[in-house]
């Protein structure tokens, strides 16, 4: 962490006054800013994420996410950090969180506490499918708005925003507009209640506490069917059985679960592709005309 920034936070108007830093460590795992451990002088330890001033907007959409979580989370089972501070600094932006302590403990909490995360939400959410502001996905743009249709709501919201931006890699606009239509009228066949879903919820987003508790981070929330994020769940790996038997221990697949994992990865797909390229732009093809078959 650069010298100015390490000032600005214990200065007397900066988040941490009062305190002095005793230990500043740079923590892996992120792609977009750097992230750190600070240890305090008065025993405490926390999560520093820092960036440039164009920075604030991504970690803004951040804590509105983490916030949401966090009010609907059994803290019994499953840790969602709230926002300790996010402040734009002298010498750049931070947002600052409590420390999650990580091991490599069994998923059963964080499968039952994601559960009854969507769960809980369902029943007291806005009755209509989406998010209140723009957001990102990773670093990538993430629309806000609402629709009432859930089919609706994941093509419009999601799937065509990433196809614009996929624009000219090999996919027939008419038979990628047939596929849209389509694709909506099938998961609108199924009647889903919005939960709140973390929406980015790859292994590197959840863990399990040294106590045993799950815990989440990182989110890139919305109101959705709860399916988007076991979904993705599947794409990346990093999830243990214990994790789905505990997840569906409390709410059961639903008919026709398995042939909407497809639908819903081919959104992190896209993200991925047009943020990465590489084999990502394959994946994403093959996702494309493997839905075709199947849908036009």
Request: a negative charge; hydrophobic letters at 40%.
């Amino acid at each position: 962490m650069k010298a100015g920034l390490r000032a600005d936070l214990v200065a007397a108007e900066g988040p941490l006054a009062g305190v002095d830093l005793v230990g500043v460590s740079p923590v892996g795992g992120g792609c977009i800013h750097q992230a750190w451990r600070l240890d305090l002088n008065d025993g405490r330890r926390l999560f520093a994420k820092s960036g440039g001033v164009e920075a604030m907007p991504l970690f803004e959409v951040e804590a509105d996410a983490l916030r949401a979580l966090h009010e609907v989370a059994d803290p019994e089972l499953l840790v969602v950090p709230s926002p300790i501070a996010l402040c734009e600094l002298s010498h750049g932006s931070v947002l600052l969180l409590p420390w999650l302590e990580l091991s490599g403990a069994d998923q059963s909490a964080l499968g039952r506490g994601l559960a009854l995360l969507h769960q809980a939400s369902m029943h007291d959410g806005p009755a209509r499918y989406g998010w209140h502001r723009d957001g990102y996905i990773g670093a990538g743009p993430q629309p806000g708005g609402w629709r009432e249709r859930w089919g609706e709501a994941f093509v419009e919201l999601r799937l065509r925003p990433q196809l614009k931006l996929f624009s000219g890699r090999g996919f027939d606009a008419d038979a990628q507009q047939r596929l849209l239509c389509n694709i909506a009228d099938h998961l609108d066949q199924d009647d889903v209640a919005p939960s709140l879903v973390h929406g980015d919820l790859w292994g590197g987003n959840a863990g399990t506490l040294a106590d045993g508790r799950g815990c989440l981070y990182d989110p890139a929330s919305w109101w959705a069917d709860r399916e988007v994020d076991l979904a993705m769940t599947t794409l990346f790996g990093g999830f243990s059985s214990s994790f789905f038997a505990a997840y569906k221990s409390v709410i059961p697949d639903r008919p026709g679960a398995e042939g909407r994992v497809e639908i819903y990865n081919l959104y992190h797909l896209l993200n991925h592709a047009n943020l990465f390229g590489g084999g990502y732009v394959n994946q994403s093809i093959s996702r494309l005309r493997s839905l075709s078959r199947r849908l036009i």
